[in-house]
């Protein structure tokens, strides 16, 4: 294709991504194949060049960030929670009250649109918003204040992230496997029991609860390092991209490197299971989708050996690294070092696959903010993606960002390679595999939001 193909499909098929998970619609752009050849020719390019030339004392200063302004203490953040929290609850009660239709009800809106799609970005992108709007902080230091009383268990160590990983897992088999995800009373039962079984064990075992097993908290602080603006030094700093996951100090844990695995496997499986080449492994006739319930079984074991696959790749990818470059280092110690460069590349797709929904489906959230706030609504159009300069806007910016996010992680790559080896030869040769890998990603990437889509 020399050409731009561009093509916009709606399918009344069932949820799909995101508020494709609210709406039930699916906005297909299939990006030349020239595009994202050239851009995994130039990631090749920058990488080799990094790799190679990039000084060790210049690695260092592009993530370090500039001072701004002294920083102040979020005193207010056990009332915005609170506040959050009751915005929750009176969703919840809308979801199950409200109208059936997932456009109409403002709980699906909130949930995929709002949260989903919105705030996650906001979060990697900008700023640490979670700190503020956590529905759990707040009533949980309220409830502790009226009673009195200290959570009576401590959090077992031995568990680690393994609960935030087991509820990561299940919230992407609902996300990508449920039939009806977007169902304003599905949805309002799944979110109030996990909101109040969250709050029972924060109540049992303390904040720790919310570090390490919640797993929304934990997503949302792995992708804050990767914010522009964060703290350093009791002020309020600028940087990179991924320059708070760079800090001495921040070394992952097991749990949490597999985590942040998980946020890449699981969203690039979420584009994955759309594409026409998915249902024809399936046997399946994407112009005749027949539902979502008649895949459950074939997409719980896509999500698993997808998110299995890619651990595997990564921990091998890792370890002919380190072999390359003279051993010397445990895999487990690696993997533990570099799955922050992993996060800029999650975070990236994020945003690109979920770019044109958001475009569409965050119309439907203004409209719904006008009508609450006595307006009659907005008009939704879908006109701009039937426009040659939008489409180019649109998928140029998805191939962008995913660049862009591949190039940051192996600016990050490089970086730890250097911390942990200690000399640039054997930074450089580690980093090799890990290179390669990286670019072959950007072409996978690049090729999900290329494919056309059938549901």
Same mark, same amino acid.
């Given at each position: 294709?020399?050409?731009m193909i561009w093509a916009t499909v709606i399918l009344c098929l069932g949820a799909g991504s995101a508020l494709a998970h609210a709406s039930e619609q699916g906005f297909v752009? *299939? ?6 050849? #050239?851009?995994?020719?130039? #990631? ?32 207010? %953040? ?19 009250? $409200? ?24 979060? $990697? ?16 230091? /309220? ?7 200290? @959570? ?22 609902? *996300? ?12 309002? !039962? ?8 969250t709050l029972a064990a924060v109540m049992l075992f303390g904040p720790k609860w919310l570090l390490r097993a919640e797993f929304v908290t934990v997503l949302m602080r792995s ?7 964060? %703290?350093? #030094?009791?002020?309020?700093? /600028?940087? =990179?991209?991924? !320059? ?26 979420? $584009? ?9 492994? *399936? ?17 719980? !074991? ?15 990818? *890792? ?11 445990? =895999? ?6 570099? @799955? ?39 008009? &939704? ?18 191939? $962008? ?13 490089? @970086? ?22 990286? &670019? ?9 939001? @290329? #494919?056309?889509?059938?549901?």
């Amino acid at each position: 294709m020399r050409q731009m193909i561009w093509a916009t499909v709606i399918l009344c098929l069932g949820a799909g991504s995101a508020l494709a998970h609210a709406s039930e619609q699916g906005f297909v752009l *299939l990006l030349p194949t020239d595009i994202y050849i #050239s851009a995994g020719v130039i #990631s090749v390019a920058l990488t080799l060049l990094l790799l190679a030339v990039l000084p060790e004392g210049l690695s260092h200063a592009l993530f370090r960030p500039a001072p701004l302004w002294p920083a102040m203490r979020p005193a207010l %953040r056990h009332v915005t929670s609170g506040l959050a929290a009751a915005a929750l609850l009176w969703l919840i009660l809308t979801g199950l009250t $409200g109208p059936r239709d997932p456009l109409a009800n403002p709980l699906p809106l909130a949930i995929w649109v709002v949260w989903w799609i919105a705030l996650v970005s906001v979060q $990697g992108l900008i700023v640490d918003v979670w700190r503020w709007l956590n529905p759990w902080t707040g009533p949980a230091a /309220l409830m502790a204040r009226m009673t009195g009383e200290r @959570a009576p268990l401590r959090y077992p160590r031995a568990l680690g992230h393994l609960p935030a990983l087991g509820g990561f897992v299940a919230f992407g088999a609902f *996300l990508l496997a449920d039939p009806a995800p977007a169902d304003p009373a599905r949805l309002s !039962w799944v979110v109030g029991c996990y909101w109040l079984g969250t709050l029972a064990a924060v109540m049992l075992f303390g904040p720790k609860w919310l570090l390490r097993a919640e797993f929304v908290t934990v997503l949302m602080r792995s992708y804050a390092g990767m914010s522009i603006i964060g %703290r350093a #030094s009791g002020r309020v700093a /600028l940087g =990179l991209p991924g !320059w708070k996951l760079l800090r001495p100090a921040r070394t992952m844990s097991a749990g949490l490197a597999l985590f942040v695995l998980l946020l890449l496997g699981t969203g690039s499986f979420d $584009g994955l299971n759309e594409t026409f080449w998915w249902l024809g492994l *399936l046997d399946i006739n994407p112009l005749e989708f027949p539902g979502r319930s008649a895949v459950i079984t074939p997409t719980l !074991w896509g999500l698993l050996a997808s998110n299995a696959a890619l651990i595997l790749v990564f921990a091998v990818t *890792l370890r002919a690294g380190i072999t390359i470059a003279g051993g010397g280092v445990p =895999l487990g110690r690696a993997m533990r070092v570099f @799955a922050p460069s992993i996060l800029p590349i999650a975070l990236a797709y994020h945003i690109a696959h979920y770019l044109t929904s958001f475009l569409v489906d965050g119309q439907y959230v203004l409209s719904a903010l006008s009508r609450a706030l006595g307006g009659d609504g907005l008009r &939704v159009t879908t006109g701009f993606l039937n426009t040659p300069g939008p489409v180019k806007v649109i998928w140029l910016s998805q191939a $962008g960002v995913v660049v862009a996010g591949h190039v940051i992680a192996i600016l990050m790559a490089h @970086a730890l390679a250097l911390r942990l080896l200690g000399g640039t030869r054997r930074a450089v040769l580690s980093q090799l595999p890990l290179a390669l890998f990286m &670019v072959a990603y950007t072409f996978f990437g690049l090729w999900l939001l @290329a #494919s056309p889509r059938g549901m």
